[in-house]
């Protein structure tokens, strides 16, 4: 009998806190989001799944522990292995032709960044966060969530629960976000201007795009690179035309390995003490104003740069919101927006993905901003 006693006093069961069952409730929120709404659930589902485990009294299943999920995260994301991984994935799963055809949609992905910029400015003078802890905040402006998760990983680990969740919240809420933000800033006339086709890109523009990008970008913010280089790397791989079978790997296989072992990882760290805060709350605050302020910072900017245009050569400012890097589900919403509000009439898909993949480039080199004044 007292062997049974023993046995039940050391199970988990005996030593479940109001916190463990408060964070079995967040991840269950994040699968149960995923699954039914479909919201990032490639990324939502082992985020949601590692939250669980991190919260098992006694397993030691968190990422700050000493088992398997702390070896993931200590072996693939403090040493910033991890998210440049994701990039070459994404490099090759992105077509920059857009944002080539009409170079102008760059400073559009650029001034999209703007919340990240408030936000982090916010949580230093306003919140009282410490200038490392703002800029992994700030980050989430970005919508980018491997940027989110490296920045924060090497500035603020602490936080890295929290910012990453937010991150990819706010990602997967893109369409519900933006369209009022849209709606608010621009008028019935701006929204019904048409873009015409843009230029075919040559194949020498494409190949030599991820090489001049990359050198440029890492040579003017050196702690972009490991972003930037495997972003660029993959986009080579993607256009080069003769390395199909690596182009297959590193956007296939080898980009679903790594998204199961980051969001396992990230969602691990969320055990009750590091998540349960105060802090919690005003990250997940300040990533929504984060958010929308980048949205509103690429639709005013794309209103501003047609004060400079002629007649006729107006671009649509709603293309701007898409300056956000959730790629390519901004540019999509931006899409649905104009055309719905235009009978159908204008649909910008393509010019709004030349300002989406930029935004991609934005956030990573804005990280590395980060990098060099703060680390």
Same mark, same amino acid.
Request: proline share 6%.
């Given at each position: 009998?007292?062997?049974?006693?023993?046995?039940?006093?050391?199970?988990?069961?005996?030593?479940?806190?109001?916190?463990?069952?408060?964070?079995?409730?967040?991840?269950?929120?994040?699968?149960?989001?995923?699954?039914?709404?479909? #919201?990032?659930?490639?990324?939502?589902?082992?985020?949601?799944?590692?939250?669980?485990?991190?919260?098992?009294?006694?397993?030691?299943?968190?990422? #700050?522990?000493?088992?398997?999920?702390?070896?993931?995260?200590?072996?693939?994301?403090?040493?910033?292995?991890? =998210?440049?991984?994701?990039?070459?994935?994404?490099?090759?799963?992105?077509?920059?032709? =857009?944002?080539?055809?009409? =170079?102008?949609?760059?400073?559009?992905?650029?001034?999209?960044?703007?919340?990240?910029?408030?936000?982090? @400015?916010?949580?230093?003078?306003?919140?009282?966060?410490?200038?490392?802890?703002?800029?992994?905040?700030?980050?989430?402006?970005?919508?980018?969530?491997? %940027?989110?998760?490296?920045?924060?990983?090497?500035?603020?680990?602490?936080?890295?629960?929290?910012?990453?969740?937010?991150?990819?919240?706010?990602?997967?809420?893109?369409?519900?976000?933006?369209?009022?933000?849209?709606?608010?800033?621009?008028?019935?006339?701006?929204?019904?201007?048409?873009?015409?086709?843009?230029?075919?890109?040559?194949?020498?523009?494409?190949?030599?795009?991820?090489?001049?990008?990359?050198?440029?970008?890492?040579?003017?913010?050196?702690?972009? !690179? =490991? @972003?930037?280089?495997?972003?660029?790397?993959?986009?080579?791989?993607?256009?080069?035309?003769?390395?199909?079978?690596?182009?297959? %790997?590193?956007?296939?296989?080898?980009?679903?390995?790594?998204?199961?072992?980051?969001?396992?990882?990230?969602?691990?760290?969320?055990?009750?003490?590091?998540?349960?805060?105060?802090?919690?709350?005003?990250?997940?605050?300040?990533?929504?104003?984060?958010?929308?302020?980048?949205?509103?910072?690429?639709?005013?900017?794309?209103?501003?740069?047609?004060?400079?245009?002629?007649?006729?050569?107006?671009?649509?400012?709603?293309?701007?919101?898409?300056?956000?890097? !959730?790629?390519?589900?901004?540019?999509?919403?931006?899409?649905?927006?104009?055309?719905?509000? %235009?009978?159908?009439?204008?649909?910008?898909?393509?010019?709004?993905?030349?300002?989406?993949? !930029?935004?991609?480039?934005?956030?990573?080199?804005?990280?590395?901003?980060?990098?060099?004044?703060?680390?």
């Amino acid at each position: 009998m007292n062997v049974v006693l023993d046995l039940l006093q050391q199970s988990g069961f005996a030593n479940l806190n109001w916190g463990n069952w408060v964070m079995f409730l967040v991840g269950a929120v994040l699968i149960y989001l995923a699954i039914t709404k479909h #919201y990032e659930p490639l990324l939502l589902i082992p985020i949601g799944f590692g939250t669980i485990l991190a919260n098992l009294p006694l397993a030691e299943m968190g990422s #700050y522990g000493d088992g398997i999920m702390a070896l993931i995260y200590d072996s693939g994301i403090k040493t910033e292995l991890l =998210p440049p991984i994701i990039f070459l994935g994404v490099g090759v799963l992105t077509d920059f032709r =857009p944002l080539m055809a009409r =170079p102008l949609t760059f400073l559009l992905g650029a001034a999209a960044q703007l919340g990240i910029f408030v936000a982090a @400015l916010g949580a230093v003078f306003l919140l009282g966060f410490n200038f490392k802890e703002a800029a992994c905040i700030g980050i989430i402006g970005g919508a980018d969530g491997p %940027t989110s998760i490296f920045l924060t990983s090497q500035l603020a680990p602490h936080l890295l629960g929290p910012v990453a969740v937010a991150a990819y919240s706010y990602m997967s809420l893109v369409p519900i976000i933006q369209p009022p933000i849209m709606r608010l800033l621009t008028t019935k006339k701006e929204r019904a201007i048409d873009m015409p086709q843009a230029k075919p890109v040559s194949r020498t523009a494409v190949i030599l795009f991820p090489i001049i990008t990359g050198l440029v970008a890492s040579l003017a913010v050196p702690s972009s !690179a =490991p @972003l930037i280089g495997m972003l660029m790397f993959g986009n080579l791989l993607r256009e080069s035309g003769v390395t199909d079978r690596l182009k297959k %790997t590193a956007g296939g296989a080898l980009i679903d390995i790594v998204t199961i072992f980051l969001g396992l990882a990230v969602g691990a760290t969320m055990d009750a003490a590091h998540f349960l805060t105060t802090k919690t709350i005003m990250i997940l605050a300040l990533g929504a104003v984060a958010f929308c302020f980048s949205t509103a910072g690429g639709l005013i900017f794309a209103k501003l740069i047609n004060l400079t245009l002629p007649s006729g050569k107006k671009i649509n400012p709603c293309i701007g919101a898409a300056g956000v890097s !959730a790629v390519p589900m901004a540019a999509r919403v931006v899409q649905k927006f104009v055309s719905d509000n %235009t009978g159908g009439k204008v649909n910008p898909l393509m010019p709004a993905m030349g300002p989406n993949v !930029a935004g991609v480039i934005g956030s990573a080199v804005a990280a590395g901003v980060f990098l060099t004044l703060l680390r």
